[in-house]
Every structure is written in C-alpha cells, then in structure tokens.
C-alpha cells in the first residue's frame, strides 16, 4: 500500500520559513519524479516544484528563487523547503508522485499525500 504523508506546515509570518516534508512508503521512491502542489481557499491546485528521480528541479514563477526541492532516497522523502513566505503562499501543501505528463496537471500523478496546511500572515 503507497502512502504518502506530508507534515511540516503552520502559521508563519510574511518573510519566514517553513520546511515540509513527505515521508512516503510502498513506493519506489528513488525512480519517481515527486512534486509539491498546493491550493488555496477557492482556487484550483497549482503546481509548485517538481525533482526528477535523477535530481532535476522544476518550480513555478512564482515561488523560484524563494523555494527549493530536495529529496532523500534513503530516507524515501521528499522535502520543500520554503522561505522568504508571503500571504499568497497560503494554501493546503500536497505531495505527490508523478506518473506522466505535464507536472502543472493533476492527472500526471497516480500518488497524492492528505495535504498540509501553511497559512503566511501579513
């Protein structure tokens, strides 16, 4: 059975940081491409930042510069580490393994975590 389980999010104030991670299990983790997406109260899922099995790293305009996508194969987890956070960061943060596709589309994954919640106050 493929689990996965996302933990790290909380309220933070603009300008902070987070690190969430997605401890997975029944997967095989060291030959999928991972991804964080999120969504925001009323919005549709967008993608955040992909890491291919062979560590390359896709992000969003959005948050390039200010987030970054590691892994553990060891450890079959995937991280997000997250700084200089603001408001528009607010959103339920989801992990997911990607099976094919564009990354930007929620079809492209076959494995999703319950989501964590990070909240930026202003």
């Known amino acids: 059975q493929v689990q996965l389980v996302e933990s790290g999010g909380g309220l933070v104030q603009a300008g902070g940081s987070l690190r969430l991670s997605c401890a997975t299990s029944?997967?095989?983790?060291?030959?999928?491409?991972m991804a964080w997406l999120r969504q925001a109260p009323g919005k549709e899922r967008e993608f955040v930042s992909a890491?291919?099995?062979?560590?390359?790293?896709y992000y969003a305009d959005s948050v390039k510069g200010r987030f970054a996508i590691s892994r553990d194969n060891a450890k079959n987890t995937l991280y997000l580490q997250m700084n200089i956070l603001k408001p528009e960061d607010t959103a339920v943060y989801y992990c997911?393994?990607?099976?094919?596709?564009?990354?930007?589309?929620?079809?492209?994954?076959?494995?999703w975590g319950q989501g964590t919640q990070v909240t930026v106050s202003s």
């Open positions: 997911a393994a990607f099976t094919g596709g564009r990354y930007s589309s929620a079809n492209a994954y076959d494995y």
């Open positions: 029944g997967l095989s983790f060291s030959t999928k491409s």
């Open positions: 890491i291919t099995w062979s560590d390359y790293t």
